[in-house]
């Protein structure tokens, strides 16, 4: 199960912080992504860590200014958000998949999904 937490409403220039729990022992042993679904739009991904958490992978729109990290202590990962602007406003969900492959970009290849929280920028 994960849960993600945190959204809110934050004016366009400003930052928010979102997190997601994930319940499971093996929390180590996941690639972590995060993703967001904007209304009329696809999912797009824009962050995913590798389990030990030593990859990250930005999506080109966020580059610089979200910052995706994981505590695999406390099963939780963060994405820091910052320079946000209102093309950022979306639903954002956290996603995992347990493997000792290469972690992928694509939506369809996690098997494991929160429940979203939402991130308005105005």
């Known amino acids: 199960q994960l849960v993600e937490s945190g959204g809110g409403s934050v004016q366009a220039r400003g930052s928010l912080n979102i997190s997601c729990v994930a319940s499971?022992?093996?929390?180590?042993?996941?690639?972590m992504g995060w993703f967001r679904q904007a209304p009329g739009k696809e999912r797009e991904g824009v962050a995913r860590?590798?389990?030990?958490?030593?990859?990250?992978y930005y999506a080109d729109s966020v580059k610089g200014r979200f910052t995706g990290s994981r505590d695999n202590a406390k099963n939780t990962l963060y994405l820091q958000m910052s320079s946000l602007k209102p093309e950022d406003t979306a639903m954002y969900y956290c996603?995992?998949?347990?493997?000792?492959?290469?972690?992928?970009?694509?939506?369809?290849?996690?098997?494991?999904w929160g429940q979203g929280t939402q991130v308005t920028v105005s």
């Open positions: 860590m590798s389990p030990g958490g030593s990859t990250t």
């Open positions: 499971t022992d093996t929390y180590s042993h996941y690639c």
């Open positions: 996603a995992a998949r347990k493997t000792r492959a290469a972690c992928s970009t694509a939506s369809s290849w996690y098997d494991y």
